[in-house]
């Protein structure tokens, strides 16, 4: 929102008031610092608009299922030959091979076990990160650190970042949505803004706890208001909020109320408008698992995240977590595993 | 992007190797070069090591080089310099860092660098720069300054203010009217909006001593001690549940938000108060025993990884945790920094870290580090229940020893189980407060680069060295030092502990401090805008017995307090950002008296104080993994009492800018953002408060509509409507009905809703939330 300067601002005042402008260009300041002090410029162009974030919550084994380790195989039921670790989450037995098959797909040749005949066929798009580490083996520090960088401190999510460089594309829109979140483990924490302006946070429609289907935006529509009274309603609060500015002189803070109630009405048809899905065709819909109870929920997440990105939100973040951690196997492993990928991988289920 | 023009000169400006080039180039060192230096060559040519005779954490020692006597730069020769052919592992006999070569981007920094002259800025921490930072040294008490308009001021907090306005040539804007002035002072303290009846009766007090009556009697209604409790609880990071990780509730969190809030209403003297949360456990033995128990609350409250695998690790960090908030809390420091390497700001070493770490080592906070781990919390009994707790125990053990000689099978045995099960049942509980005790007395090892798996050598417990009486406090053996560490704090020559205070009952009196940041009084905080002032304030602190309500009768009775907030071009041109005081800011409410504002308004909060209105029991998740919250915030309560849930705070805290309740803070934000329009426009509680007023409007049979649009205007701004505006309200009304004819054929609700809707309006408006 731009607001309109009447009278003379500090220069902190204009970096806070212009929050999104610093932003997007130190952002774009930052990736240029960051490639000249390499000395050398990044191998392809940075092409990315947007972000879809499928957040599924857990940790499934890389070794069950994109990382086969073949010396398992060899020493099952040995003892770990190295040095365990100073500290362990639980106490530990002895080496376990994958109770699952790999084999090779794609032109990449990239190894995926039989848990995703699905994921299988397309990981020539897919990008694999085989190298990560993580240093809090506990659900709410990883999470945390997922999302923030940190499991110790209050720090800015992920999309609060993304939003903060890029702003966004739609007027009407947040810059950062996310569907379903999980309210435990760092909770607000992984769609929140910590020090960046506060319009960078994620805006959540729905927790993981409801259907993606029956999930809402907070206060996005009033059930005794009719839309038409509601307008009259709003204009006569403009009226008083345009005398009470008369009467105070100029004043950034309550110009940009002022406007964000007329921002808010406009979300409140053009949010909706995104999750309607009844012009979405069967095939659309089958494509992303909508007819199937089993990938249903996710697939709805993954849909609406797409038309979010569709109409310019920068940052759209699904979260695949329901009654249960997904992915959380101490022990059953081969029922636990099995069960999961089934409701996560949309559109096709894996089982 | 009409504002870009704006911003891009300054943007550049601020991006841009500043014109002097040793900023620049202590910037680049200080981001680049320290850090890397700190973290490769220091463990072994730093303070602990010196392998080779070389040290190269100083400007002397990299000049000074080591036993090859050759010098690390070659002036000139840059690119032949022994560092830099080190570095770059040049040739076999000289690689550094032995272990590996370090990134090409590293080397070229350190290459830069050298090019550049290898610029090594100090770190700020001998005595006298300390010495020469404004907070560090005492305050002074310097004369009240002399004033041309001697009449306009009316105490001597006023002349400091005039003082400067007269050197600026500004004038000071025209006081606020009385209507005005009643909402600003009524809402600051006590949080709460003055009812139609407070408004008519000081509109028609003309005694000359009318507004120092009515701000007696605000800061002796108990609703003062809500306001500025909370006000505390933002600094003291006050919370329901843990948060972070594992996120448990606090269940007895209460306990000591219910204290704060006695201790300020009863104006408990700030040096007794800061005691009491700090080492309220060692202090004798007497009735006040239990309150200073929950008082040591504050220092358990911080937010844990409950399920920190690394048991030593979670210790570490909750004692940093706690080393933060007494640091932030009562000194405006941020201490934290000095866990890793010496504070690279302020006059904070390592050993001033670990001096503090070695009291909080030897505190009990935790009754057991294992995962999902738990804090201690004090049995808090009073005599009668430990006495009935103690008798049951007995019985207990007489029952169980009279079982044990029974033979095993019997109708004697199968009784006597029965009566001790119905026993056990019926136990006595005894009321437990998260706090603190003394554990064992030890002294922290000083961790290299804060890291536990790498201790060094022990650090004797002891406080600030940079401040008078913290290098080597004398400590009892047998206690853990926080006593000491306490009333080193609350000592009325500190020269922190009072300023910072005076400073935050300023910034929550004026929307911003003396010293802008409030939270950090070190060498990258703001200079105080009135220096002389805020010391000033110090000393009457300090000489009024550390009275609170006597600082803010002192601010609230000044002239400066009681100025309107329009100001005229002039001042604004000549001091646009008021740092002068010259006319009152504007302010938004904070999310606590927007809700209680609300409730007020319509004649909806109940006043009952204190309790909790937690529905999860003690330790028990607020979520587990279904992201259910059941948490409820429907109570009429006010909002000091509503759960305070980290992660999950409820969304009138979230929305309008409460603290995250994870660190201390002593200042809000003030954001707009159109999710607070959702809220006012959508929400239960505004529709529902809408309603309600609504409904004691159209009770008022005695008014007409005009009437009750002058009573709707006076509870909702406390002002009667002037102009056209009681004409707008009525209008209003009559369309709302008239748009309803065809919906809704009873005209009862029709003329119900359409105040309603009015309503609503009036409440959601900026006037209702802005204070002038």
Redesign the interface.
Known sequence: MIAHFHQPLTRRELLRQSALGFGSLAFTSLLADTAAAAGKTPHFPARAKRVIFMFMKGGPSAIDTFDPKPALDRDHGKPYPGQKPRVQFAATGTLLRSPWKFKQYGQSGCPVSELFPHVAKCVDDICFVHSMHGTNPAHGGAVLKLHTGSDNFVRPSMGAWVAYGLGTENANLPAFITICPTLAHGGVNNWGSAFLPADCAGLPIGNASVPAAEAKVRYLSNAKLPRDLQRRQLDLLAELNRDHLTATGPDLALEGRLHSFELAYRMQTAIPAVEDLSRETPATKQLYGLDDPVTANFGRQLLLARRFAERGVRFVQATFSDQLVQWDQHSNLKKGTRRTPARSTAPSPDY | ????S???P??AAL?APTADPSAGEVRFFETKIRPLLAAHCFSCHGPDKQKGNLRLDSAEAFRRGGASGEPLVSPGQPDRSLFLRAVRHESDDLKMPPKGRLK??DV??LTRWVKAGAAFPRVVKAAGDAERHWAFARPADAPVPAVQDATWAVNALDRFLLAAMETKGVRPAADADRRTLLRRVAYDLTGLPPTPDEVAAFEADRRPDAYERLVDRLLASPAYGERWGRHWLDVARYADSN?????VAHGNAWRYRDWVIAAVNRDMRFDDFLVAQIAGDLLPADERRTDRLIATGFLALGPK?L?????RKMEL?IVDEQIDIVGRAFLGLTLGCARCHDHKFDPVPMEDYYGLAGVFLSTRTMESFK?VARWHENPIGTPEQLRQKADHDARVTTMKARIGKLPAKGDDRKRLTAELAALEKAAVEIPTAMGVVDGKPTDAPLLRRGNH?TPGKSVPRRFLAVLPGGAAPRLPADHSGRLELARWLADPAHPLTARVLVNRLWRWHFGRGLVRSVDNFGLLGEKPTHPELLDHLAHRLVESGWSLKSLHRRIVLSHAYRLS???SEEA??LD??NRLYARMP?R?LEAEAIRDGLLAATDGLDRTMGGSLLHVKNRD?F???????NTRYDSPRRAVYLPVV????Y?VF?LF?AT?A??SSGDR???????????????DLI?SSADRLAGTLLGRVDLDDRGRAGLLYLKAYGRPPAGG?AD?VTG?VA??DA??TA?EPDATQRRR?AWA??C???L????FI?I?
């Open positions: 992007m009409t504002h870009l704006l911003v891009t300054l943007l991006l090409d981007a070229a920094d948060g972070l990780d594992e996120n990884v399920a920190e695998v690394d048991e960090d995962k798996l907030s329009a100001a604004v041109r646009p950002d504007l938004r998740y979520f587990d993994h279904t992201s259910k919250d980290r992660n999950n705070l969304d979230g800018d995250d994870t660190v934000a003030t954001t707009t953002v159109a999710t607070q329009a959702l809220f006012a426009m959508n929400s529709v505006e707008r209003a369309a709302f748009a309803l919906t809703r809707w009015v609503h309006a009036v959601s408006a900026n006037e802005t002038r």
